[in-house]
């Protein structure tokens, strides 16, 4: 048998990533709006009716230079803040395609706003619009679209000085009576081409901000983990939950 190894979670958007911020970070954020305040407090009130669950996922990447067969995977939530991703072998998830504490969604955006939906969003919608200044003068804007129907987030883009580099699109199924969570993630990412725009190859940090820490392949030594690719989708499916079960502690136990 196969030995089970922890998936390896690629951080395609440093702003957006499951990782939470630091107190620092939080405290020095603006306050929000109170109609940012308001939508904000609608998902965080969607989202507290998961206390756990456990999902299987099917994974396709379509990333130059990096190949990998469409992988099955468990992924683990457990309030407020634990995880767990576990495969057989190696494995990458766009960890930011999974993820959803609605607390994580502002990242540490600056001018938040409340906009009006765009013309053919296909439901009753706001965007949650904030930016950052990045190294390299580099300006990122992120756009959060929220479904206020099931109080879900249906889609991210963010661009850099106007060119779109990362989208989200997310498709939700109703998974229990009044519970609404992904039933497919379309994640589509160019990093690279904005930052060559932008300046070239001496804005490497500034893309580093986009896409996370660079982190070592499974069973690969880290000092011979490849650069995280700055291009390509991934496609994410889930089924079979299990939702509200009680998850064991030693489910989200790290190996030593």
């Not at 957006?16 to 407090?41: F, N």
């Not at 766009?94 to 409340?114: A, C, H, K, W, Y």
């Amino acid at each position: 048998m196969s030995r089970r190894l922890p998936a390896l979670a690629l951080l395609l958007a440093g702003t957006l990533s499951a990782s939470g911020q630091d107190p620092e970070t939080a405290a020095s954020q603006p306050a929000l709006s109170p109609a940012v305040s308001r939508v904000l407090d609608s998902l965080r009130s969607q989202f507290a009716r998961v206390e756990d669950y456990q999902v299987q996922l099917r994974v396709t990447l379509d990333f130059p230079r990096l190949r990998m067969r469409p992988k099955r995977m468990t992924f683990s939530f457990r309030q407020p803040d634990q995880i767990s991703l576990k495969a057989r072998g190696f494995a990458i998830v766009p960890r930011n395609g999974i993820f959803m504490s609605p607390d994580t969604l502002l990242g540490n955006l600056q001018n938040v706003e409340l906009v009006s939906a765009p013309a053919g969003a296909g439901c009753p919608c706001l965007v949650i619009r904030g930016e950052k200044e990045m190294a390299g003068d580099l300006r990122l804007v992120t756009e959060i679209t929220v479904d206020t129907t099931r109080w879900v987030v249906r889609d991210i883009r963010t661009r850099v000085d106007g060119e779109e580099v990362l989208r989200v699109a997310i498709d939700h199924g109703e998974s229990a009576p009044g519970i609404f969570l992904p039933t497919e993630t379309r994640v589509k990412f160019n990093i690279g081409a904005a930052l060559m725009r932008a300046g070239g190859r001496h804005n490497r940090g500034a893309g580093r901000e986009l896409t996370g820490p660079d982190l070592p392949q499974a069973g690969m030594p880290p000092d011979r983990s490849p650069e995280i690719p700055r291009a390509g989708e991934a496609v994410i499916t889930f089924s079979k939950y299990r939702i509200n079960t009680g998850l064991p502690d030693a489910l989200f136990e790290k190996n030593p």
